[in-house]
């Protein structure tokens, strides 16, 4: 079990810029979420999805968009980075919205 | 709405003493509520669940409650190691139905020195 796993692990963007945090695990988890993380903030939840076909908004949704066209994978898509977007990115699975959630390593991404 | 307050300053141990970490929440008593570990540069690991009928849980070392009343869960590591060093989370959903997101308090940091 590889468990959740999270590309690429460091990214550099320029303002404008778009690109796609990949996530995906192995568990056949039905909940998915990404969070981002950012220095006294503590995680905060972007977008999550309780199935393969359903996504819904989290705190902190705009700029961010997410689909789940399989069990597996979470795709997180920056559509126009822009500075206050640098953080750390988790993608998280757990088997229903009320069980433990499992973390990837994160993705630190730095817009300038 | 709901919001979570832990203390953000640092906690300090001496080896082998108890460490008590404090989640507070400020409306309604969740269903449940969740701590997770986290080392730098990782991923929270999750330790513990406990329920709203459950007033504790434990697991090895580890000991968590929960007070409605007081709004308040307390995490306790019994006999801690400089390996217990580390952030530790708190989440809950921040609703009571079941469709609520779950969302994360800031953590504290905990340092246990030999």
């Known amino acids: 079990n590889a468990g959740v796993t999270q590309t690429p692990k460091f990214q550099v963007l320029k303002t404008g810029q778009s690109m796609t945090l990949q996530c995906a695990q192995d568990m056949n988890h039905e909940y998915m979420s990404w969070y981002r993380q950012d220095p006294g903030m503590g995680l905060r939840l972007i977008h999550y999805s309780v199935g393969a076909g359903i996504t819904d908004q989290g705190e902190v949704p705009n700029g961010y968009n997410v689909s789940r066209s399989t069990t597996e994978d979470f795709p997180l898509r920056l559509l126009s980075a822009a500075p206050s977007q640098t953080s750390v990115y988790f993608c998280?699975?757990?088997?229903?919205?009320?069980?433990?959630?499992?973390f990837g390593p994160g993705t630190r991404l730095t817009v300038t | 709405s709901q919001k979570i307050e832990q203390n953000s300053e640092a906690l300090n141990i001496q080896e082998g003493k108890t460490a008590t970490l404090t989640c507070n929440y400020t409306?309604?008593?969740?269903?449940?509520l969740q701590w997770y570990r986290q080392d730098p540069g990782r991923g929270p690991v999750f330790l513990l669940l406990?329920?709203?009928?459950?007033k504790e849980k434990r697991k090895e070392r580890l000991k968590v409650t929960f007070d409605t009343t007081l709004k308040q869960s307390l995490f306790h590591i019994t006999a801690s190691q400089p390996a217990d060093s580390a952030t530790y989370l708190c989440a809950l959903p921040s609703g009571y139905s079941s469709a609520s997101k779950i969302i994360f308090g800031s953590g504290t940091r905990l340092s246990i020195r030999p």
């Open positions: 998280a699975s757990s088997y229903s919205r009320s069980n433990e959630q499992y």
């Open positions: 406990i329920r709203e009928n459950e």
């Open positions: 409306n309604y008593s969740p269903a449940y």
